[in-house]
């Protein structure tokens, strides 16, 4: 029963460090050096606007890496990877 606590914690953490690994700061860079909408997932809805070549922490890519899960000022949403 102890090296099943042991090898279900070092699981645990395997996969915490493996999320942060993942995890990387890019910037906005759009075209027109304008502001980039992040978007919420369910609806599609603006949820803030990032400023031009402000960062963003980007967790994952959906959509053959057309879309990124972001985190900007605490609000997480969907940006497109083109303007990152």
Known sequence: MKRLSVLLIAAVLLVATMSAALASTMYVDTANHKTLNLRSYENDKVVAQIPYRAAVEVHSFFYND???????????????????
């Open 66 to 84: 057309a879309c990124a899960n972001v985190t900007y000022n605490g609000q997480s949403g969907w940006v497109y990877t083109r303007y990152l």
